[in-house]
C-alpha cells in the first residue's frame, strides 16, 4: 500500500486545525500508520527543505518551520501521494480550491497550513528523515 508524509505546519498547529486536517483524511479513506507532535531544528528543516535552497524565501521559510511546533504523519492509501495533494490543495491558497484544506483554512503561500510529499521518492526520503 502506498504512504505519503504530511505535516501540519506551525501556523496550522497553533491554530488548532490538527483534528480536523485529520478528519479529512481519515473521511477520504486514508489509513493512519504514524503521527507525532515534533519541535525541528534548523538543520532538520533545512535538510527537509534542501529543493529549494536557492529560492529566495528560504530562510524565511526555515525560520517559519522552526517557529513552532509540527504535527508529522504517515498516512497510508490508493496513490497516496496524489491522493494527499488533492486533499491539500494548490501551495497558494489564493489557487487552492474551496473544499481542499489549504482552500479552507488558509490566506497566504507563506503560511499554508500543511506540507505533503510530492513524488513516491519524496515519500520515502520524509519518511526516513522525520520517523527514524
Ligand atoms: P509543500 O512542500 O509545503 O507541500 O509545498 P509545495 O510542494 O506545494 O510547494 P514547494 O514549492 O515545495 O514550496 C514549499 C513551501 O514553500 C513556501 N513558499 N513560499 N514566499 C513564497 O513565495 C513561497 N513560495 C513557496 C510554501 O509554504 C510552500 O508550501
Known sequence: ????????????????????????????GFRLVDAKVMQLSREH???????????????ELVDFIVSG????????????VKNARALIGATNPSDALAGT????FAIDV???????????????REIKLFFH
Open 1 to 28: 500500500m502506498d504512504r505519503t508524509f504530511v505535516m501540519v505546519k506551525p501556523d496550522g498547529y497553533a491554530r488548532g486545525l490538527v483534528g480536523r486536517i485529520m478528519a479529512r483524511f481519515e473521511e477520504k
Open 45 to 59: 528543516a533545512e535538510q527537509h527543505y534542501e529543493h529549494l535552497r536557492t529560492k529566495v524565501f528560504f530562510d
Open 69 to 80: 511546533p509540527i504535527f508529522a504523519m504517515i498516512w497510508e492509501g490508493k496513490d497516496a
Open 101 to 104: 484544506i489549504r482552500g479552507d
Open 110 to 124: 507563506a503560511s499554508n497550513i500543511i506540507h505533503g510529499s510530492d513524488s513516491d521518492d519524496s515519500a520515502e
